[in-house]
């Protein structure tokens, strides 16, 4: 068992299976096609995938934890949800060039890993992303500096992709109103 396997299934074993989809999905879920095959990578307990699962994709779920991956087939057996949960290390074992139509990506941040999950997508596809930012108002996610993007950089991460939606507010304005401490990006390729 790695490091970081040992490090998620304690959290997971402490933590109430509670799926909860990301912001960037829920609220542009409209925009998700009617049919397709998509990934909710480093899946955790599996929100995005419930989601993409209900909106009738054919969904697979990835995540380095057993535990988390255990609590996601339970309740998705349980909710006859159709979700193809594999405990899977993403950085060992990325996705297969050109075998995905919907990728989604929340609050996990490997650069290396970009340009394989660009080429992941089918020509059409889209990438839903979102993660902590190093400029925030609140100690919110990692701490690790190597784990929060910089200003702009999930857009430069896939610049060769078409923008669809993009929102990172940094610390302009007034901190009290807003969306803070978090990027996301729908993105076409």
Sequence with gaps: MSDIQAKWDAIYS???HSP???LV???NQHLLPRHGTALDLACGQGGNAVLLAKAGLDVSAWDVSPVA???LRSFADSNNLSINGQIRDVVESPPEPNSLDVLVVSFFLERSLCKRLLAALRPGGLLFYQTYCQQKVEQQGP???DFLLTDNELL???STMKVRV???ESL???HQQGWRNQALLVAEK
């Design 14 to 16: 402490n933590k109430e």
């Design 20 to 22: 909860t989809a990301s």
């Design 25 to 27: 999905l829920m609220q």
């Design 69 to 71: 991956i255990t609590q």
């Design 143 to 145: 701490n690790n500096a």
């Design 156 to 158: 430069s991460l896939f």
């Design 166 to 168: 993009y929102r990172e």
């Design 172 to 174: 302009l304005g007034d």
